[in-house]
T-cell receptor
């Protein structure tokens, strides 16, 4: 199955810095989702995007659905220690009729340096 | 509180043995999924079920089996045919097959010894 390419693979930042990560695909996606996974736990949904060009915020997190439909971006402003974890993008390639399968990215591991 | 419970949290298996991972949800969700997570990789879909008594293979179903006899339960059996079973296994559910805001369990880490 297809996987989405996320970058960077890992990030080491200081508390208070802003974070940017992205997810790209060689094919078009019609829905983009961003999840966060903390160590030893399952992923938790952060933001869902349904329309090309859409910009959606959830607190300090902002995600965008790329205009080409082949990419998505996640930004975290003023990072705090609890932002540590692995961030996954996920995409749905076709119209959402319920038979399509969600494709997950390879993840971006965020570490905050004291 | 509603949620998904996976058990056990850690599981050790000898080569050649079958093991079953439990996934139970009390969210009244119709659709349930099993994913495998390996270091440095995204989640890969093993099996999914959109309704009781029905399930479909995902991208990496070989060496795995599932059942969906009850809405609340979707156990995964890792058989001896799975050549590289050591991984973190995640179960998820969602309201129905058109909703991709999955709720995930906290996972089971399976190690072959």
């Amino acid at each position: 199955g297809q996987q989405l390419n996320q970058s960077p693979q890992s990030m080491f930042i200081q508390e208070g810095e802003d974070v940017s990560m992205n997810c790209t695909s060689s094919s078009i996606f019609n829905t983009w989702l961003w999840y966060k996974q903390e160590p030893g736990e399952g992923p938790v949904l952060l933001i869902a995007l349904y329309k090309a060009g859409e910009l959606t915020s959830n607190g300090r997190l902002t995600a965008q659905f790329g205009i080409t439909r082949k990419d998505s971006f996640l930004n975290i402003s003023a990072s705090i220690p609890s932002d540590v974890g692995i961030y996954f993008c996920a995409g749905l390639p076709g119209p959402n009729f319920g038979n399509e399968k969600l494709t997950f990215g390879t993840g971006t591991r965020l570490t905050i340096i004291p | 509180d509603g949620g998904i419970t996976q058990s056990p949290k850690y599981l050790f298996r000898k080569e050649g043995q079958n093991v079953t991972l439990s996934c139970e949800q009390n969210l009244n969700h119709d659709a349930m999924y099993w994913y495998r997570q390996d270091p440095g990789q995204g989640l890969r879909l093993i099996y999914y079920s959109q309704i009781v008594n029905d399930f479909q293979k995902g991208d990496i179903a070989e060496g795995y089996s599932v059942s969906r006899e009850k809405k609340e339960s979707f156990p995964l059996t890792v058989t001896s045919a799975q050549k590289n079973p050591t991984a973190f296994y995640l179960c998820a559910s969602t309201v129905d097959r058109t909703n991709y805001g999955y709720t995930f369990g906290s996972g089971t880490r399976l190690t072959v010894v």
